[in-house]
């Protein structure tokens, strides 16, 4: 315990002198309750049963209705949740040793992705819900974190009474002439018939299965028919969802 404290007091304000001349400079960020959890760390590796967790889970909490997100709900129901993740180190530098500090942000983004606020759209005309595309109308996404993320799901309808012809979704990355990574066809709608709601029944979302990807990558959804007349609407698209290939149990 005693070597412990003597080593948690080193790794918060540096040290020299034991391993030659250069100085390990102090740590201005870390506290000496994480110095002392990353000593059991480093003590631990090689021992297999005191070995600490090298991944793990968190739960994250719902932060509830606050005033502020009340209001940007007002403004925008489907405005998704957003996570920030801030990792910091920096030291305090010492004789002739710069100080030295790394910082990285990563923004989480809830999976669901509201066709109406892609970044890049073409061809695309926003409606009460969702978009309305045209024949080589398109929808990028630029950034999003495809680890793990096998497939998509595509909140979308034709409808004869819109005039929808149907068509094919596909999926590329970074642009309309990308890597194609998944595709599905959505099928003309069956004629409005009178009396009948004209094809607005329920649709289930449309599954597309993705060659899988790693970090972060632009999507870009490209819809096409070539029968269909230059200013006629295909289909109408509200949401899609990025489904993960592991799903884990809530507890
Ligand atoms: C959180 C990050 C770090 C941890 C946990 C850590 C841990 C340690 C520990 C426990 C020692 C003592 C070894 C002993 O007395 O036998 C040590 C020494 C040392 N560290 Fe670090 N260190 C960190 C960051 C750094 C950085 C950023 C530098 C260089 C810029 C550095 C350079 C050194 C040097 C030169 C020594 C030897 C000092 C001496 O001779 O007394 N360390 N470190």
Redesign the pocket.
């Known amino acids: 315990a005693d070597a412990m404290d003597g080593?948690v007091k080193?790794?918060v304000q540096g040290?020299?002198?034991?391993?030659?001349e250069?100085?390990?400079?102090p740590?201005a960020l870390?506290t000496e309750n994480e110095?002392r959890e990353?000593?059991k760390y480093?003590l631990s590796v090689g021992q297999e049963s005191a070995r600490l967790a090298l991944s793990g889970a968190y739960q994250l909490e719902s932060p509830g209705p606050d005033a502020d997100q009340k209001g940007a709900r007002r403004r925008n129901r489907s405005l998704p949740p957003k996570l920030l993740i801030q990792a910091s180190y920096k030291?305090l530098g010492d004789d002739g040793?710069p100080s030295?500090s790394q910082r990285a942000v990563r923004m989480l983004q809830a999976p669901q992705l509201d066709a109406a606020r892609a970044h890049v759209m073409d061809k695309v005309e926003a409606q009460r819900f969702g978009v309305s595309v045209r024949h080589g109308g398109s929808l990028i996404y630029k950034g999003l974190d495809m680890t793990q993320v096998d497939s998509l799901e595509i909140g979308l309808f034709a409808s004869a009474r819109m005039n929808h012809t149907g068509g094919q979704v596909e999926v590329r990355l970074g642009d309309p002439q990308g890597a194609l990574i998944g595709q599905a066809d959505v099928a003309a709608p069956a004629p409005a018939t009178p009396g009948s709601r004209g094809g607005f029944s329920r649709t289930p979302p449309l599954p597309i299965s993705l060659m899988p990807q790693s970090g972060l990558q632009d999507l870009c959804l490209v819809f096409s028919n070539r029968e269909a007349k230059e200013d006629q609407p295909l289909m109408s698209v509200s949401v899609l969802s990025l489904r993960p290939s592991i799903t884990q149990s809530k507890p």
């Open positions: 080593l080193k790794i040290g020299r002198g034991v391993w030659g250069v100085p390990m400079p740590n870390i110095a990353i000593l480093i030291d040793v030295l």
